[in-house]
């Protein structure tokens, strides 16, 4: 029986059914509280029976001005820091219900796009987020930049997205995104 | 003004920015030689006195530290010229937070405002500060100041949060509430009101005083056009309507945000509410801690009305079922069996059609494994019968739904489920239960080719049958008492493992069962690979945690209290920070929730009683020392804290974070083990009085615990003195001082055991004399033993034990403490016989009794011997021994004997097991042997058996991850490694009496030379 709604410092004391699950990262609790403290309407969790069966977690902002001329500058936008649901309750659209209601609060903050960076080699979330409307934007080259496979050479990132009403051109999506290259460097 | 302001503590930024830098990048020797430099020129700067504070801080110096933050703080107060700014405040605040002295940077925040006023820099600084410390007044009167300087609102807001926290968490009253409200409705009037959460600060502050008309009348009104959300609107709406009892309104607004979020099953619980006029909710929060909303009272409604409601319910649901655009909302049809429940309660209930609903619903949602706890309510309103001819109705379907393996997979997991929700298990014979758990791992086992394809990071098809089959294992073993349920409990999970590594509900059983079965270095292996950390640590590690307290293992104990309170102490000097971040981020009531959030962790029990058990862990590991043990009881300010803790904790409001529902069934708390106790029904034991218990007990152990470190550093005066008086304790506390507060301490253990101190020492007598059994300790048996130990120290330097009350069977000399502990270890000895039934709860009562009281014991003959022994530094002044001290060291001598000779007993016994364990006819591996080679009805082997046949016939259908896995299934390895585990337990309690018989010698040495 689920119910969608903000997350309270409180529910941090009900995270295990996510957090136990080795790919889900488990935070320090700094963490979580921070964006509790500025982003309070874009963090959301659903409730079953009385644990936390799944989250995500979210900010909007901008690159700081300095940035405004270069081509990477991002313009005020949602971006996804993270989203889990716990194993046990995957496939019931959950994912879908959070992401919606993170890119309606960032709607209303009047954001551009909402954003998210997934490993290239995760292809189980990169299909999820495809199936949820999100399309890769670019490629971040080596952004994941720990040890892979016993070489130095990190991991790539996809930078996916989906468009919100302000961007009414649709200029953030990009059919061939997978294509444009970043810089690790130069993403804000 | 400006100037001084305007640039970062008067020093060009240039010349700081590279310290910085340097200590950001942890090069604090650079930033040394850096801000030692920039020091020749500004010497009386006192913002570069506190760089380099912090650098020297962060060099792990921190006395150095502390006293150039200290002249630096001196030339804030002593020099008018001096640069107050916030950036020099803010790094003197950090080092002083640091250093443990915050209310230092709050005095110096405090100057700094006094002597600027109309800085707002300064006062936010001076703001923080009080956050800092909870104190909520000051920050009121701190906000109150800034807002009459800038007349900015969230400076208002901040004071009405201050106010706030003063009624929620403070001593505040509620007319409080009252002055805030004021504020605010002087300030909506002058400069009307811009953020959305200034507007849901007011509504909660009307709430609070239940001006429920008000704050909805202030949310229809313009401010209502703050809140950008609809729904979030809504939501409001709907509440306050309710708690103004216009029910008729509300449900048109739960009708509103039903058709926006058809999914939402809570607003639906409140739409139902509303319109049956039954509204439990009020006063309770969206919260998951909040009651469960599952029972109500009874509509108060008539039967026209009523009929009319639902009616109207019916008919809204079947319209959002209609209008769902997929397949997987639930909501509305669960609300359709809620309207049939609602219909029961209210005795116009109809069993035919919530069955045909409930089989509706597994028609389209049976395979989903939240299934059964969806249904667990209504279900619970059938009678007994219904249960059994639904369950058969569900179980002849279950194979006509679906041929899509996976979808079939799960309706025959949920019939099992189904099976155990309606009380069938309790019910089924032995018999029965071994056919359903070699059911269980034959379906997992032929649905395996399903999860060829899945990547390692998704549950495999099927995952929770061997949870399942291990509870059932470990129902057979409760009712059959063959070991070999447990062993066979064990297989399961680890193949589960074997398979996929990452389940972390096997891991969590695998360390109950490995705890049980006394390999508790498998179990602390298990619970090692859960890299359980961050807040997790104050909810999961109860699952290992006291076991592990009873545990030899001290390394591993020490590991996992050290991490837990690192993260506790860690946290609690930088959450204050946090709270500011709110403010700053104008989200106030965050900032409240927050606070609450705070101390619901501060007053956590396990955080308490860790603190406890790390200094008891120190001082057992270090008992054979006794001038280490002095050091140690120095460092815990010889225990007063705890005492002073055993005193509070009656009133103190204590949490319990833990969360018990990852538990096995059979030890729902970790006061609980059903496996333990005598096998017959297991009553169920509603939630929340096993919560009441557990509370009760953690109570009575915090208060037992805390006395420990001062009685031994007590009793180690006692015992010295005993031989030398005179002695100063404690710098200030002389002889008859240590008699009277050890008395009081023993009087209040005495009560805690539920005695008077004289009676509970009469108990202790006859038991002595056998006139009484240590049955009548009764759990209680540590505690009792080490009352005798230091009721015995206490006797060595008082003079309230008289001949007459020994006379009387009381309890008050050394052999009478050596004949208890003698007593009790022999009879620990006898209750633990073969190695396989390792009874854990008597092993860590042994490991128990060898650790503390006849540590603690040992401990006051060191104390005695070096007091008497003329050697070393405690030369004796003269060379004549007086008369009374032979004759004490003559009982010290036939102590240490008698010690001695216990602790053979124990490694005599130890050995003997550990040889056993050697012996394969008599440990796991024998019982292993039987599980493969032959399995007799109601003998555990079935379900193993089962895995063994599908590792060695190998299947191609199952792709080469699983295959792989398979291949390295072994479970002749994995036996002799719980083997192992047993062993190690064993070894390392050895070599600690080993250790004790060591020291035991050496004492009987010294002590012949007087």
Not at chain 2, 248 to 265: N, Q, T
Not at chain 2, 307 to 322: G, M, N, P, W, Y
Not at chain 2, 411 to 436: R, Y
Not at chain 2, 570 to 590: G, I, P, Q, V
Request: glycine share 6%; net charge negative.
């Amino acid at each position: 029986m689920p119910v969608i709604r903000r997350v309270t410092p409180s529910d941090l004391y009900h995270l295990n059914l996510c957090n136990l699950d080795p790919y889900t990262e488990n935070y320090d609790i700094s963490f979580y509280l921070s964006y509790l403290m500025k982003w309070p309407s874009l963090f959301f969790c659903i409730e079953e029976n009385r644990a936390i069966v799944g989250y995500i977690i979210g900010k909007v902002e901008s690159s700081p001005p300095a940035l405004q001329n270069s081509p990477h500058y991002l313009p005020w936008h949602g971006h996804i820091t993270a989203l889990t649901i716990a194993p046990q309750y995957r496939r019931l659209g959950y994912a879908r219900l959070l992401t919606r209601a993170l890119e309606q609060a960032c709607e209303q903050q009047k954001a551009w796009f909402v954003d998210l960076f997934v490993r290239e080699s995760n292809t189980t979330a990169i299909k999820m987020y495809e199936s949820l409307g999100y399309s890769v934007f670019r490629r971040v080259v080596d952004y994941y930049s720990e040890d892979v496979g016993g070489s130095m050479k990190g991991e790539d990132a996809f930078d996916m997205r989906i468009p919100l009403a302000r961007d009414v051109k649709q200029e953030h999506i990009r059919a061939d995104g997978k294509d444009h290259k970043v810089d690790a460097n130069d993403v804000y | 003004m400006a100037s001084k302001f305007g640039v970062a503590g008067g020093i060009p930024e240039r010349r700081v920015r590279p310290i910085w830098d340097a200590i950001d990048s942890r090069q604090f020797k650079n930033a040394l030689k850096q801000v030692s430099s920039l020091l020749g020129k500004y010497p009386n700067s006192p913002y570069i006195l506190s760089l380099k504070a912090l650098v020297l801080e962060r060099m792990g110096k921190p006395d150095e530290a502390l006293a150039i933050c200290s002249s630096a703080k001196e030339l804030l107060h002593s020099n008018d010229s001096a640069l107050m700014d916030d950036l020099t405040l803010s790094t003197l605040q950090i080092v002083f937070q640091r250093l443990g002295h915050p209310d230092l940077a709050t005095s110096c925040y405090e100057h700094a405002a006094a002597k600027f006023p109309n800085n707002l820099d300064l006062m936010m600084g001076l703001f923080n500060c009080y956050v800092r410390e909870s104190s909520f007044v000051k920050q009121q009167q701190t906000a109150i100041k800034m807002y009459k300087i800038a007349s900015e609102e969230r400076f208002l807001l901040w004071a009405v949060c201050s106010i706030q926290l003063q009624v929620l968490c403070g001593n505040g009253g509620e007319k409080l509430l009252l002055l805030a409200e004021g504020l605010l409705k002087k300030h909506v009037a002058t400069h009307s009101l811009h953020e959305p959460e200034a507007l849901m600060v007011y509504i909660s502050l009307l709430e609070q005083q239940d001006k429920y008309g008000y704050a909805l009348e202030i949310l229809s009104g313009n401010f209502g056009s703050l809140l950008m959300v609809e729904v979030d609107k809504l939501r409001i709406q709907g509440r306050l309507l309710a708690r103004t009892g216009d029910y008729k309104a509300a449900a048109d607004v739960y009708e509103k945000i039903l058709e926006l979020c058809p999914d939402d099953w809570e607003c639906l619980q409140h739409y139902l509410y509303c319109l049956l006029e039954d509204d439990p909710t009020q006063g309770i929060e969206n919260k998951i801690d909040a009651i469960k909303l599952v029972d109500c009272r009874s509509s108060p409604l008539t039967d026209e009305v009523f009929d009319s409601r639902i009616t109207r319910a019916t008919t809204f649901v079947h319209k959002l079922q209609e209008n769902l655009g997929n397949d997987i909302v639930r909501c509305p049809y669960l609300a359709g069996l809620e309207i049939e429940r609602r219909k029961h309660l209210y005795g116009k209930g109809d069993e035919q059609k919530l069955m045909e609903d409930l089989i509706q619903y597994f028609f389209r949602f049976g395979h989903l494994a939240c299934f059964t706890s969806d249904v667990e309510v209504f279900v619970q309103v059938l009678s007994s019968d219904r249960k059994v001819e639904l369950f058969k109705k569900l179980m002849e379907s279950s194979s006509t739904i679906s041929q899509v393996p996976a979808k079939a997979l799960g309706l025959s997991i949920t019939v099992f489920k189904f099976q155990q929700l309606v009380g069938n298990m309790h019910g089924f014979t032995v018999d029965g239960l071994e056919d359903l758990a070699v059911k269980m791992v034959e379906m997992f086992c032929k649905n395996l080719p399903l999860s060829k394809d899945l990547d390692p990071q998704e549950s495999m098809h099927g995952e929770e049958l061997l949870s399942m089959a291990c509870n059932v294992l470990i129902q057979l073993f409760w009712h059959t008492q063959y070991f070999g349920f447990i062993l066979e409990a064990i297989m399961v999970l680890e193949f589960g493992l074997t398979i996929r590594r990452h389940v972390w509900q096997y891991k969590i059983l695998l360390v109950h069962l490995y705890s049980h079965v006394g390999a508790i270095s498998l179990a602390y292996e298990w619970y090692k690979s859960l890299e359980v950390k961050n807040i997790l640590l104050e909810t999961v590690s109860h699952n290992i945690l006291p076991q592990m307290l009873g545990s030899p293992l001290w390394m591993d104990l020490n590991t996992l209290l050290r991490d837990y309170l690192k993260f506790m102490d860690d946290h609690f000097k930088e959450s204050a920070d946090l709270t500011f971040l709110a403010y700053r981020h104008r989200n106030y009531s965050k900032a409240i929730e927050f606070v609450q959030f705070k101390e619901r962790l501060q007053n956590s029990n396990q955080y308490l009683l860790a603190g406890i058990e790390s200094a008891i862990l120190e001082l057992k590991q270090n008992a054979g020392n006794i001038d280490e043990e002095e050091r140690i009881l120095e460092n815990l300010k010889y225990g007063v804290h705890f005492v002073e803790l055993s005193n509070e904790i009656g009133s103190k409001p204590l949490t319990f974070n833990e969360d018990l529902e990852s538990r096995p069934w059979w030890t729902p708390t970790p006061e609980e083990n059903y496996l333990l106790g005598p096998v017959g029904e297991i009553s169920h034991i509603p939630k929340d009085n096993l919560m009441k218990k557990q509370e009760a007990n953690a109570r009575t152990l915090i208060e037992k615990k805390a006395l420990l470190p001062r009685m031994i550093y007590l009793s180690i005066q006692s015992a010295s003195l005993s031989f030398k008086d005179g002695v100063e304790v404690n710098g200030s506390v002389s002889n008859p001082i240590v008699s009277s507060e050890m008395k009081i301490l023993l009087e209040h253990f005495a009560k805690i055991l539920g005695y008077h101190l004289s009676d509970a020492l009469g108990v202790l007598g006859e038991v002595c004399r056998d006139l009484k059994s240590t049955e009548v300790f009764g759990v209680d048996v540590i505690n009792w033993v080490n009352f005798a130990v230091f009721s015995n120290a206490w006797k060595l330097n008082s003079n309230e034990f008289d001949s007459q009350e020994r006379g009387a069977h009381k309890f008050g000399s050394w052999h009478d403490v050596d004949t208890l502990l003698k007593k009790c270890v022999l009879e620990r000895l006898k209750f633990l016989s073969a190695p396989i039934s390792l009874h854990v709860t008597d092993f860590q009562m042994l490991v128990r009794l060898i650790t503390e009281p006849l540590s603690w014991h040992v401990l006051l003959i060191q104390s005695c011997v070096r007091t008497s022994v003329p050697s070393g530094k405690k030369k004796k002044k003269s060379g004549s021994v007086d008369p009374s001290v032979l004759t004490l060291s003559s009982v010290v001598h036939d102590s240490i004997q008698s010690l001695c000779g216990t602790f053979e007993e124990v490694m005599k016994w130890l050995r003997n097991q550990i040889r056993r364990l050697e012996c394969k006819e008599e440990n796991l591996e024998g019982i292993l042997l039987s599980m493969r080679n032959e399995v007799q009805k109601g003998r555990p082997g079935g379900a193993f058996q089962i895995l063994e046949t599908m590792c060695s016939s190998g299947s191609k259908e199952l792709g080469d991850r699983i295959s792989g896995a398979l291949k390295s299934w072994d479970s002749n390895h994995l036996v002799r490694k719980i083997v192992s585990g047993q062993r190690a337990v064993l070894s390392e309690t050895l070599s600690i009496c080993e250790s004790k018989c060591r020291t035991l010698n050496t004492l009987k040495k010294q002590i012949s030379q007087i």
